[in-house]
């Protein structure tokens, strides 16, 4: 009987200290509202920067001894005079244990769980409308008491048509976020099954993505970017458009890395794209692996501050509005100290592998250049550059039979008959007979070598050492009478 006295007597304190603490951290709650929507506010200041505005406010907040009650406003304002206005229900259980985590046997405790939905307003309708009246947005988050944020973020799915016959196809999204109230880190994990969108018109274009999966383990460094890692996952996608043309792609893959060494910032990227179709005929597969090393971290900070700052003109540029700000862009001060930096720093580009297979062939490049830890300083960028470089090494490989997959294959898209097919899979040995006969490169087997390299003031071209001069004279003279030709 004492036993069980003693049981029961335990499980009463446990049970007071758990309201005392759920009392406690509810009053708490508002302060960590206000931090995490400063640092949401922060981060959609940087998402948004040259492309509009946003911000959350708290707009109410109804506060119990267990539970609280809040609703939110998400304001966005575009670069063209866009407005758009999304307002969220959020029931918010106080720690240590809130319901909702327990009973998905997350035990860990934590300050708060939230449970936030979009309500239906005027500017959510339409969205509504497409779901079935169902909440498209809605998802749960929980603080922990050091500050860590988990966000299970879930998009509901949807089929929409609009008015020009236009169509989008949405089979909904997951998406894991875990950060911290200080925005040190950030962690995404997300899935999406599927989307599709086809155009209306005379011309329809159909563009499809099935099996996205995204994930990332980014931590801020004390230079105002991230580091970390990211990888990129797509499990086939498809292009269709004009006469019943189609190119449909199989896997994609990409993985990013973003790492501070003792020799200052590296980036590297691997990324593969398999069975690439057209019309429903083979093509090939193409891979691209590079490598950027010691890059001085305090410039790429400078740059990324830079890009924020003019990324209306940047973007102004890139669509053709402004051809002529970019000239005026490379002239600014803000730009070219930070570059001539990296310059200084002496980085390594290493282009690792860009290459393409059919099925008889594959052909590829591959690069590294090596600038001089000594930059030169009081010249023109472009002159600083060129003599940066201390070393230069490329080799590339073309597949004589890979040309002649892609020429028969151009052959039967044309509609041409058997015996014209075959003699377009010919044009390889063509091609390597030309390329022979320029001594601009060198055949071996079924391959099409050209080597060059540049250390010291000296060339290396396909095994002939020169000077930088004699170089550039070989390479006139033996493209001249091609010139000609063509003329």
């Keep these: 009987m004492k036993k069980a006295l003693l049981v029961i007597g335990g499980l009463v304190v446990a049970g007071a200290a758990c309201t005392?603490?759920?009392?406690?951290?509810?009053?708490?709650?508002?302060?960590?509202?206000?931090?995490?929507?400063?640092?949401?506010?922060?981060?959609?200041?940087?998402?948004?920067?040259?492309?509009?505005?946003?911000?959350?406010?708290?707009?109410?907040?109804?506060?119990?001894?267990?539970?609280?009650?809040?609703?939110?406003?998400?304001?966005?304002?575009?670069?063209?005079?866009?407005?758009?206005q999304l307002e969220f229900k959020d029931q918010l259980e106080?720690?240590?244990?809130?319901?909702?985590?327990?009973?998905?046997?997350?035990?860990?405790?934590?300050?708060?769980?939230?449970?936030?939905?979009?309500?239906?307003?005027?500017?959510s309708a339409p969205w509504f409308a497409v779901t079935g009246e169902q909440a498209p947005l809605q998802g749960s988050m929980s603080v922990g008491y050091g500050g860590a944020i988990r966000n299970e973020l879930r998009l509901a799915p949807f089929e929409a048509v609009g008015e020009d016959d236009t169509s989008l196809s949405?089979?909904?999204?997951?998406?894991?976020?875990?950060?911290?109230?200080?925005?040190?880190?950030?962690?995404?994990?997300g899935e999406l099954g599927r989307v599709a969108m086809v155009t209306g018109g005379e011309a329809p274009v159909s563009v499809s993505l099935k099996g996205i999966a995204l994930s990332t383990d980014f931590t801020m460094s004390s230079y105002g970017y991230f580091v970390g890692s990211m990888n990129l996952d797509v499990a086939e996608s498809s292009l269709s458009f004009g006469d019943n043309q189609s190119l449909r792609f199989g896997k994609f893959e990409q993985r990013d890395v973003y790492r501070l060494e003792q020799s200052g910032l590296s980036l590297q990227q691997q990324a593969s794209l398999a069975d690439i179709t057209f019309s429903g005929n083979p093509?090939?597969?193409?891979?691209?692996?590079?490598?950027?090393?010691?890059?001085?971290?305090?410039?790429?900070?400078?740059?990324?501050?830079?890009?924020?700052?003019?990324?209306?003109?940047?973007?102004?540029?890139?669509?053709?509005?402004?051809?002529?700000?970019?000239?005026?862009?490379?002239?600014?001060?803000?730009?070219q100290a930070p570059l001539?930096?990296?310059?200084?720093?002496?980085?390594?580009?290493?282009?690792?592998?860009?290459?393409?297979?059919?099925?008889?062939?594959?052909?590829?490049?591959d690069l590294?250049?090596?600038?001089?830890?000594?930059?030169?300083?009081?010249?023109?960028?472009?002159?600083?550059?060129?003599?940066?470089?201390?070393?230069?090494?490329?080799?590339?490989?073309?597949?004589?039979?890979?040309?002649?997959?892609?020429?028969?294959?151009?052959?039967?898209?044309?509609?041409?008959?058997?015996?014209?097919?075959?003699?377009?899979?010919?044009?390889?040995?063509?091609?390597?007979?030309?390329?022979?006969?320029?001594?601009?490169?060198?055949?071996?087997?079924?391959?099409?070598?050209?080597?060059l390299g540049y250390a010291d003031g000296q060339v290396d071209f396909n095994g002939q050492k020169m000077t930088v001069d004699q170089f550039a004279a070989l390479v006139q003279q033996r493209t001249a009478g091609f010139t000609g030709a063509a003329q």
């Excluded at 209306?312 to 890139?318: D, E, K, T, V, W």
């Design 368 to 451: 590294d250049l090596d600038l001089s830890a000594k930059g030169p300083e009081g010249v023109p960028l472009e002159q600083a550059f060129a003599q940066s470089v201390k070393s230069l090494q490329t080799n590339l490989k073309i597949s004589k039979p890979m040309i002649g997959d892609l020429a028969a294959l151009r052959a039967r898209l044309e509609g041409l008959d058997a015996e014209q097919v075959r003699q377009a899979s010919a044009s390889g040995e063509m091609v390597g007979m030309i390329a022979a006969q320029s001594q601009l490169a060198a055949i071996k087997g079924d391959d099409i070598l050209v080597q």
């Design 340 to 365: 001539l930096k990296l310059l200084a720093g002496g980085p390594r580009v290493t282009l690792q592998e860009l290459s393409f297979k059919t099925a008889n062939g594959e052909s590829r490049f």
């Design 20 to 84: 005392s603490i759920a009392w406690y951290t509810g009053k708490q709650l508002p302060e960590v509202l206000e931090a995490s929507l400063a640092q949401t506010n922060r981060q959609l200041a940087a998402a948004l920067s040259g492309s509009g505005s946003g911000k959350v406010e708290l707009l109410s907040l109804d506060s119990g001894a267990f539970s609280s009650q809040a609703r939110y406003r998400l304001t966005l304002d575009g670069a063209e005079g866009e407005h758009l």
């Design 170 to 189: 949405f089979s909904g999204l997951t998406l894991d976020m875990d950060s911290t109230l200080e925005g040190e880190g950030l962690r995404l994990r």
């Design 283 to 335: 093509i090939g597969s193409a891979r691209v692996a590079w490598h950027v090393a010691r890059l001085n971290p305090e410039a790429v900070g400078n740059l990324v501050q830079w890009y924020e700052q003019n990324l209306p003109q940047l973007q102004s540029m890139a669509l053709g509005l402004t051809p002529d700000t970019g000239a005026l862009m490379l002239d600014d001060p803000q730009l």
């Design 94 to 123: 106080h720690g240590p244990f809130p319901w909702s985590r327990v009973k998905r046997l997350q035990l860990a405790p934590v300050m708060a769980a939230s449970n936030y939905v979009l309500e239906n307003t005027d500017d």
